[in-house]
């Protein structure tokens, strides 16, 4: 069973996505975080303004395997790495590149082919997973994501600036030619901005176990 979540930066995926996949026993699969790796491996080889088929090819090449939920790369788990500036800093370019989109997408469909999946990412529900059993939109106003974002945060940007910067990257991930973020007409929208993690996982659990695929696999 496939459940796709796509959203802006912010609206709650990854927390939702994690814990829904815990709370069912399925498998969470974060799709930025591959993307993430790819830009991470580049930088590390110096790459970072290099050509699309140079990036191509660290995606190519990429260690990567998902263990209990959790994404290894180089067997290693790199989590704040993931999330450093610089990554930050060029992983819209790599992850516009169409060869670097289909190795992620033929990832997730390998690991889709063995187990029950909740993924999520900004083009789950349109491009990589049409056909998914369950597909969500979550959303939540640029005020509520930059206040989250601000919280969450080590370092010492103001609300401001971390607003800024979600819009800015709001712009950038609607604008893409490849895997831009939209949603799909038969998504259900649901807005996080007025609700707390526990509320949302209710909600998408309660849509997940009220379909047919779900009870089959129960029974
Ligand atoms: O969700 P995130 O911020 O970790 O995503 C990292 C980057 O990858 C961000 O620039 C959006 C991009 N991305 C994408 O293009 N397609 C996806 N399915 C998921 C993420």
Same mark, same amino acid.
């Given at each position: 069973?496939?459940?796709?979540?796509?959203?802006?930066?912010?609206?709650?995926?990854?927390?939702?996505?994690?814990?829904?996949?815990?709370?069912?026993?399925?498998?969470?699969? @974060?799709?930025?975080?591959?993307?993430?790796?790819?830009?991470?491996?580049?930088?590390?080889?110096?790459?970072?303004?290099?050509?699309?088929?140079?990036?191509?090819?660290?995606?190519?090449?990429?260690?990567?395997?998902?263990?209990?939920?959790?994404?290894?790369?180089?067997?290693?788990?790199?989590?704040?790495?993931?999330? /450093?500036?610089?990554?930050?800093?060029?992983?819209?370019?790599?992850?516009?590149?169409?060869?670097?989109?289909?190795?992620? @997408?033929?990832?997730?469909?390998?690991?889709?082919?063995? /187990?029950?999946?909740?993924?999520?990412? *900004?083009?789950?529900?349109?491009?990589?997973?049409?056909?998914?059993?369950?597909?969500?939109?979550?959303?939540?106003?640029?005020?509520?994501?930059?206040?989250? *974002?601000?919280?969450?945060?080590?370092?010492?940007?103001?609300?401001?600036?971390?607003?800024?910067?979600?819009?800015? *990257?709001?712009?950038?991930? *609607?604008?893409?030619?490849?895997?831009?973020?939209?949603?799909?007409?038969?998504?259900?929208?649901?807005?996080?901005?007025?609700?707390?993690?526990?509320?949302?996982?209710?909600?998408?659990?309660?849509?997940?176990? @009220?379909?047919?695929?779900?009870?089959?696999?129960?029974?």
């Amino acid at each position: 069973m496939v459940v796709a979540i796509d959203g802006p930066a912010g609206a709650g995926k990854s927390s939702v996505a994690a814990r829904c996949a815990v709370a069912l026993g399925f498998v969470y699969l @974060n799709s930025g975080a591959i993307y993430r790796a790819v830009t991470w491996k580049a930088l590390q080889q110096g790459l970072q303004d290099s050509d699309a088929d140079e990036i191509a090819a660290v995606a190519q090449s990429l260690d990567i395997e998902y263990t209990g939920g959790r994404l290894l790369i180089d067997r290693r788990q790199r989590d704040q790495e993931l999330h /450093s500036a610089a990554v930050d800093q060029y992983v819209a370019r790599h992850s516009a590149i169409a060869a670097v989109r289909e190795m992620v @997408n033929r990832r997730l469909h390998q690991i889709a082919e063995q /187990s029950n999946v909740v993924v999520e990412g *900004r083009d789950i529900t349109t491009v990589v997973f049409p056909d998914a059993d369950v597909k969500i939109y979550l959303d939540a106003s640029v005020d509520t994501r930059a206040q989250r *974002r601000w919280q969450q945060q080590e370092g010492d940007l103001s609300l401001q600036q971390i607003a800024e910067r979600i819009s800015s *990257r709001d712009e950038a991930d *609607r604008k893409k030619t490849a895997g831009s973020l939209k949603q799909a007409d038969d998504a259900i929208y649901l807005d996080t901005s007025h609700l707390t993690i526990d509320e949302v996982c209710d909600r998408v659990i309660a849509t997940i176990q @009220n379909t047919s695929k779900y009870r089959e696999l129960q029974s």
